[in-house]
């Protein structure tokens, strides 16, 4: 079983719409959860960590069910420049790596 | 304040040549992490090391493929005779600590991609 997986989408989405992407993580000794984001023949970009308690950012909303192994992040109000692909990241305290979702492609339409 | 740093951005190859890939971490950072991205494909681990040691490997092709990050100068991927299948990004990331340190995170470099004819 993959350590994170993703609804690999695509999702496509008009401008102004709001969008949530899910990921489960496999590894209950996960502690450290994150939703990156990449561009077209880009790097991957940190877009924000997730927080027990949840989180938000602008537009941004992270949260994080450990009891069902779940993350989420939610986009309002979506924005041309929000497509991408959006990766979700978890570590964890036994581990040596950092674990990649194999990313969920969003493409806002006009 | 430099981020992470990545050369050759691009490379091209001929079947049975060798390619070093140099990625130099951010300013303070000591473990450097090598990923693997084929087209249309997600980042794919493949080493990890810190300063002169290889911590896991698990992701490396057991053939062809090494790296290493001396005690001075840039993380280096090298990959020996390589094959058309070896044409992909190559992302070097960066972290300040170690992956089990809570809410520890890691930065990219723009990657270097490698084309074999």
């Known amino acids: 079983r993959k350590e994170v997986e993703q609804d690999p989408g695509p999702f496509n989405v008009p401008e102004g719409a709001t969008v949530a992407f899910n990921c489960t993580y496999s590894n209950s000794a996960s502690q450290s959860f994150f939703w990156y984001r990449q561009d077209c023949r880009k790097e991957p970009k940190l877009l924000m960590s997730?927080?027990?308690s949840g989180n938000e950012d602008g537009r941004f909303t992270a949260q994080l069910n450990r009891a069902s192994q779940y993350i989420s992040l939610l986009i309002r109000d979506s924005k041309l420049s929000d497509s991408a692909t959006y990766l979700c990241?978890?570590?964890?305290?036994?581990?040596?790596?950092?674990?990649f979702g194999t990313g969920t492609s969003l493409t806002v339409i006009p | 304040n430099a981020g992470v740093m990545q050369n050759p951005r691009h490379l091209v190859r001929r079947r049975g040549q060798e390619a070093r890939l140099r990625c130099s971490p951010m300013k303070g950072h000591s473990h450097v992490y090598w990923y693997r991205q084929l087209p249309e494909e997600g980042l794919k681990f493949m080493v990890y090391?810190?300063?002169?040691?290889?911590?896991?490997e698990s992701g490396m092709p057991k053939e062809r493929f090494s790296a290493e990050f001396p005690k001075e100068g840039p993380s280096i991927l090298r990959i020996q005779q390589v094959v058309r299948g070896d044409s992909a990004a190559y992302f070097c990331a960066s972290s300040l600590r170690t992956p089990r340190d809570t809410q520890e995170t890691q930065y990219f470099g723009p990657g270097t991609r490698l084309l074999v004819l």
């Open positions: 990241v978890v570590n964890r305290w036994t581990g040596n790596q950092f674990y």
């Open positions: 997730v927080y027990s």
């Open positions: 090391l810190q300063k002169e040691n290889i911590i896991d």
